[in-house]
């Protein structure tokens, strides 16, 4: 039996007073309630931080008018998608049509469970944590696919064919970088490769890695930027071309499900590459002794959101900025660059690691 | 493609006409199906609709369905006078609005011999570049939004909107705008017009390197452009193109340059010339047009003459029996007017010829084989404005 169990105040006192069945269910019911308050949260925050970032990039101010600086504009879009008729055409698959839209959203949500936020933040640590992350983003790719095939639409089918295509091909470059930090921390536990970094910031596994770190940073934030079907490589909703892709048909709730599913996957892989690259919720020491005790003052889980931030701020940059791949082109970029480049540089990372020619 | 109501050809029933029917499925392997794009689709601007025959995302086939917003314009020109047609033709090609109308003024000029004063042919000049400019400077925004680049939009409609509050100081319209009139305008531009034209020319020279650096060098964007849609000079001659769009495939004709008319041959300028006529080349194509465009308004801001904006207004405009043709160039290529006169107040029969149907009949051999983004693309880099082809 492997000993899923996170170490926090709340947790552990629940576990003295209640015997280990309720206390294990009464944990769960927690971890869980506080996850969905988190994603809430995180959706609505990362709604409204596209809208603005998005405009500052477009020489636009955003929303300004519900509350204050727009802050509650997402809430306002949510109502008004809540109280939209949930329409389904007639020609639709009823399963499918209304399994898909939750598919993408519990697949980030699991994600989440492994992701420690603090060092006694996490709901669950598994000692193969990064292969639960990689089964459980799996979901959101039979997501898309269920709902372009459930739609019975030409061009939601197109966009989930396009989608099965490219998260298929671009998990492997994605799973290749994880795995190179995986080697090179000895361990597939999220907690774990967190740990592996402590230190100063070139104890990192970014930097850590001469050379082999970087570049898996950079492939993985490629690789997940296909992953989160975002722009660039957004080709499976691609407005312009297919007028919305995989959730054309949708509409109300269920295509808010798709929507927010985005922003929380967002989060989640902002999340993993925090935890894989950044060094997590570690503080960023810079080797001076008075600027370190400051700065691990500063609790992790504010540090492990900021690094996110500044992932999830990469990722708006991208989208905002560069044209739509095509499909033909985006295939052969992952199958003909992204891929080799990958696995020679898990190789490179492999003999920096054998041969111990780490930074000090 | 005939529709059921054309006697011509009655299409059996339940069946496709010739040549636009589905391959057996199986039969060579290939599994082919219809998507119908529009006539409400985010990238066929406005109301086309194109039936694209697809094998996967591979285009076989596509035939663009028009009529969707045929207003009958020309029909309505014979029962309404010659200056009250003028602001119908703002509505056909609404990004070339003056250019129109300027095309429809120099017809009637040319019957009645009507002159048109120095400062009059400066105007009819400086506002047509300022127009080519603006409907450039749309069609660069909507070109990076056909690709995915949303941002570009915005920054294309930012500049634009300097030129079309220039326009609404000139003539009260930001769209369909009714300026020109026979023997010049319909009103003397406002004092600061001059000044305000020549920040517009300062700040375009920043901002086209501008959206060269957001747009023009981005690997992406080449890679979907080059070698897409390409369009042979013989093809586009005989497909009757003008425009960009015949100049990218090498096609060197300009209304402005080999039939001028106005002033235009007193400005000096290039008429930028591509080679191999696909998406990049119409793209570099129009980016090029933009800053000739400048060279021309800076060289005709420099000698603005002072005096009458005008020749003289006339009571009736009744043109004598005949027929008369003009051709401007707008944003988009040759704009022809064709008026048959029987002498009386309204024209007899009243025909453009319009650039925008030409530069959209190749779209299905250049589309053919390529992949429903490249039809995208191509669509938008065709830059086609709907209303001037239904007219």
Avoid at chain 1, 99 to 111: D, E, K
Avoid at chain 1, 276 to 288: D, E, K, N, R, S
Avoid at chain 1, 337 to 350: D, H, Q, R, T
Avoid at chain 2, 251 to 269: G, K, L, M, Q, T
Wanted: net charge neutral.
């Amino acid at each position: 039996m492997i000993d899923l169990t996170v170490t926090h105040p709340i947790g552990d006192r629940i576990r003295e007073v209640l015997p280990p069945l309720p206390a294990a269910l009464a944990n769960g019911a927690l971890a869980v309630a506080s996850l969905a308050l988190l994603v809430t949260v995180m959706a609505i925050l990362l709604v409204w931080l596209e809208r603005k970032v998005c405009a500052r990039f477009q020489a636009r101010l955003g929303p300004t008018r519900v509350g204050p600086f727009g802050l509650l504009q997402p809430i306002a879009d949510a109502l008004k998608l809540l109280m939209k008729e949930n329409l389904r055409p007639t020609a639709t698959d009823m399963v499918a049509y209304y399994l898909a839209p939750l598919l993408p959203i519990t697949g980030s949500f699991l994600v989440l469970t492994v992701i420690p936020f603090d060092h006694n933040l996490q709901v669950a640590n598994p000692g193969a944590g990064v292969v639960f992350v990689i089964a459980a983003s799996g979901l959101g790719i039979l997501g898309t696919l269920i709902g372009g095939w459930g739609s019975n639409n030409k061009y939601a089918l197109l966009g989930s064919m396009r989608s099965g295509a490219q998260l298929f091909s671009y998990e492997l470059s994605m799973v290749l970088c994880m795995l190179l930090v995986v080697m090179a921390a000895g361990s597939a536990s999220l907690r774990e490769i967190v740990l592996s970094q402590q230190g100063t910031v070139l104890d990192w596994w970014i930097f850590k890695l001469p050379g082999a770190g970087f570049a898996a940073f950079l492939l993985f934030l490629i690789s997940s930027t296909a992953e989160l079907n975002r722009g660039p490589l957004d080709l499976s909703e691609a407005e312009q071309e297919l007028t919305g892709g995989f959730h054309t048909e949708y509409a109300g709730m269920s295509f808010s499900m798709f929507f927010l599913a985005e922003f929380v996957n967002m989060f989640a892989a902002a999340a993993l590459g925090s935890t894989f690259f950044l060094g997590g919720f570690l503080a960023p020491q810079i080797g001076v002794h008075a600027v370190d005790a400051v700065l691990s003052f500063v609790p992790g889980v504010i540090w492990f959101g900021l690094k996110s931030g500044f992932l999830i701020f990469l990722y708006m940059w991208f989208r905002w900025t560069f044209p739509r791949l095509r499909i033909d082109h985006l295939l052969a970029l992952e199958w003909k660059f992204l891929l080799p480049v990958s696995m020679g540089n898990l190789l490179l990372g492999a003999t920096l690691v054998t041969f111990g020619l780490l930074l000090p | 493609m005939n529709t059921p109501s054309s006697p011509s050809a009655p299409a059996p029933e339940h069946r496709l006409p010739p040549g636009f029917a589905l391959h057996a499925s199986g039969a060579d392997g290939s599994q082919e199906y219809f998507l119908n794009m529009g006539p409400q689709h985010p990238s066929t601007h406005g109301v086309l609709k194109l039936v694209v025959r697809l094998d996967g995302e591979t285009v076989v086939e596509v035939v663009p369905h028009l009529g969707f917003i045929h207003r009958a314009i020309e029909k309505m020109g014979e029962s309404e006078t010659y200056v009250q047609y003028l602001h119908l033709t703002d509505r056909m090609d609404y990004l070339s609005s003056h250019i129109n109308n300027l095309g429809v003024c120099m017809a009637i000029e040319k019957a009645m011999g009507i002159g048109v004063p120095e400062r009059g042919e400066y105007i009819r000049v400086m506002v047509s570049e300022l127009q080519r400019i603006q409907s450039h400077l749309l069609w660069w925004g909507a070109f990076g939004m056909d690709l995915g680049a949303v941002t570009a939009f915005l920054y294309g409609f930012k500049e634009r909107e300097k030129i079309t509050a220039l326009f609404e100081d000139l003539c009260g319209a930001r769209l369909t705008m009714n300026y020109f009139r026979p023997g010049g305008s319909n009103a003397d531009v406002p004092e600061n017009f001059i000044p305000r034209v020549l920040e517009i020319v300062e700040e375009m020279k920043f901002t086209l390197d501008e959206f060269n650096a957001l747009l023009s060098a981005n690997p992406i964007t080449i890679s979907r452009t080059q070698g897409v849609g390409a369009l042979s000079r013989e093809r586009a001659i005989s497909y009757g193109c003008s425009g960009p769009v015949a100049r990218a495939s090498g096609v060197n004709f300009d209304v402005r340059r080999h039939a001028p008319y106005s002033i235009y041959d007193r400005f000096e300028f290039d008429v930028p010339l591509g080679q191999n006529g696909d998406c990049y080349d119409r793209y570099r194509v129009r980016m090029e047009e933009m800053r000739q465009s400048v060279r021309i308004l800076e060289q005709a801001a420099a000698s603005f003459p002072e005096g009458p904006h005008r020749a003289k207004e006339k009571p009736v405009y009744k043109l004598p029996a005949g027929s008369y043709f003009s051709s401007v160039e707008t944003a988009r290529g040759m704009f022809g007017t064709y008026i048959v006169s029987d002498g009386g107040l309204k024209p007899y029969r009243i025909k453009s010829r319009s650039p925008n149907l030409s530069n959209l009949a190749p779209i299905a051999e250049m589309a053919a084989g390529g992949k429903i983004a490249d039809l995208v693309a191509i669509l938008s880099t065709l830059d086609i404005i709907v209303p001037d082809i239904d007219r």
